[in-house]
């Protein structure tokens, strides 16, 4: 079992940057790749990025690579998501899931509460 928090969120400008942090509980933490998504009002939860269990691999949705970085500190049980240059259709609930490095939501069994970031232009 693998019990995920998010925390970082806020509103900001468009071109400000925020980090969030994805806190896991679980000895077996390392074991999962981590994947951030986010979901805006009507509309379905979207890939964002994904890092392995190691942290030797990530990947990235189009709209958000080189602004985005995935990170994760294992020491720590902790994944972060650096955001740079935010837009303001960067708004959006953004949760964190650990399981399998997949960019479908539907693969990861363990998910975070969620945190809200809302860019303003």
């Known amino acids: 079992q693998v019990q995920l928090v998010e925390s970082g969120g806020g509103l900001v400008q468009a071109g400000a940057s925020l980090r969030l942090s994805c806190a896991a509980s679980?000895?077996?933490?390392?074991?999962?790749?981590v994947g951030w998504f986010r979901q805006a009002p009507g509309k379905e939860r979207e890939f964002v990025a994904a890092?392995?269990?190691?942290?030797?691999?990530?990947n990235y949705a189009d709209s958000v690579k080189g602004r985005f970085t995935i990170s994760r500190d294992n020491a720590k049980n902790t994944v972060y998501l650096q955001m740079n240059s935010l837009k303001p259709e960067d708004t959006a609930v953004y949760y964190c899931?650990?399981?399998?490095?997949?960019?479908?939501?539907?693969?990861?069994?363990?998910w975070g509460q969620g945190t809200q970031v809302t860019v303003s232009s």
């Open positions: 890092i392995s269990g190691s942290g030797g691999s990530t």
């Open positions: 899931a650990a399981g399998p490095r997949s960019s479908n939501y539907r693969d990861y069994s363990y």
């Open positions: 679980g000895r077996t933490f390392s074991s999962y790749a």
